[in-house]
């Protein structure tokens, strides 16, 4: 099996690279406002969180990202 990266971008130092999908984590919560994926920047070590709306979440699921579903 091919493994998955996803194209991802840090807003502190735009830098944009690849990351696999151990890299990231997806957080599903009630609404849109606690649904979000989050990762590591590996230019800068900045701590990233961007909102997942529907499309994302199904891609980061299907990729293999580990997901938190919150209450």
Do not use: H, N
Request: proline fraction near 6%; aromatic fraction near 8%; include cysteine.
């Amino acid at each position: 099996m091919t493994p998955v990266t996803f194209r991802a971008g840090c807003p502190d130092c735009r830098g944009s690279f690849e990351l696999a999908a151990a890299a990231l984590r997806l957080a599903i919560g009630a609404s849109s406002r606690t649904t979000f994926y989050s990762f590591t920047c590996p230019d800068c070590g900045a701590s990233v969180r961007k909102p997942a709306g529907e499309r994302i979440v199904e891609l980061l699921t299907g990729g293999g990202v580990r997901t938190l579903r919150t209450v």
